[in-house]
């Protein structure tokens, strides 16, 4: 089931998933660690940072094993974006955009 802030579309032989948040935004060097294992964005707040680090990097991996691709689209104080894509097979006759919605 997909929430308000997830979204899934079809692109010819591509399926994008995008999920957005509302949270504090991440700088450019911020994002240049996301994806590294045990990557965290530090923020100038002293708010205690949770988490190992991990999760984007194997999102990461198990998405190019399946000739995909993922990304982060954010400015700081405007939330973030997380677009991934995967490759799929069409149907015949099939092309162009749809969105898929689930609730």
Known sequence: ????????????NEIQ???????????KEQQEYLFQLFGKAKFSDDKLQTGLGVGLTYCKQVIEQLQGNIMC??????????????KVKSKEGDNGLSQKEQN
């Open 17 to 27: 998933f995008v999920v957005e948040d509302t949270g504090p935004g991440l700088s």
């Open 73 to 86: 689209v954010s400015e700081e104080g405007k939330g973030a974006k997380f677009i991934y894509t995967l």
């Open 1 to 12: 089931m997909l929430d308000e802030n997830e979204s899934i579309y079809e692109i010819e």
